[in-house]
């Protein structure tokens, strides 16, 4: 067997930049961890993210109401737009109506001519924004050096 020939501050040293190591990697850790809950969060409920960032003058309500007349009968619907409180009755699934009422009071839906649809799959990893890495406060702490020699100071007092 090869005895190390290191010294006691050369395995304290490099026993320090070991933990100062840990860490760091701790920290990104825990920044990871917060921005997969964040990814939790969004995947539980998508529309928070809209409804947080929404500012209140912008927001423009409408309430869609679908029903039959009889139980095998057509299917018939009504869209209100909630501030002015117009409506417009259709017949069908609405999806020509809609977008046309809609565009009176959001200049963007003037634009489309036809609704689109809207995908329900999930986003391949690869397209995924890439994570950001969160810088973490530095925090100060005696180096391991320094503990281990106050500590042995402490223990030689006590003999």
């Known amino acids: ?18 933990l100062e190591q ?17 990814c939790k969060k969004q995947l539980e409920n998508p529309a928070q993210e ?4 929404a500012l209140a003058s912008s927001k423009i309500s409408f309430r869609i109401d679908y029903y039959r ?5 057509p299917l018939n619907g009504i869209v209100e737009h909630l501030p002015s409180r117009t409506n417009k009755s259709f017949s069908g699934d609405g999806m020509r ?3 046309k009422f809609m ?11 036809a609704p689109q649809t809207v995908k329900n799959e999930p986003v391949p990893i ?33 003999w």
């Open 22 to 38: 840990e860490e760091k990697l701790g920290g990104k850790i825990a920044a990871l961890e917060m921005e997969l809950a964040s």
């Open 97 to 99: 109506i809609l977008p």
């Open 1 to 18: 067997m090869q005895k190390d020939k290191r010294t006691k501050d050369q395995i304290l040293r490099l026993l320090d930049r070991a």
């Open 69 to 73: 007349t009889s139980a095998k009968g």
């Open 103 to 113: 565009g009176k009071y959001i200049p963007e839906l003037r634009q489309t001519t």
């Open 126 to 158: 690869a397209e995924m924004p890439h994570i950001q890495e969160v810088a973490m406060p530095e925090v100060s702490r005696p180096r391991l050096l320094d503990r281990l020699r106050e500590e042995q100071r402490l223990v030689e007092k006590a």
């Open 50 to 53: 809209f409804a947080e960032e």
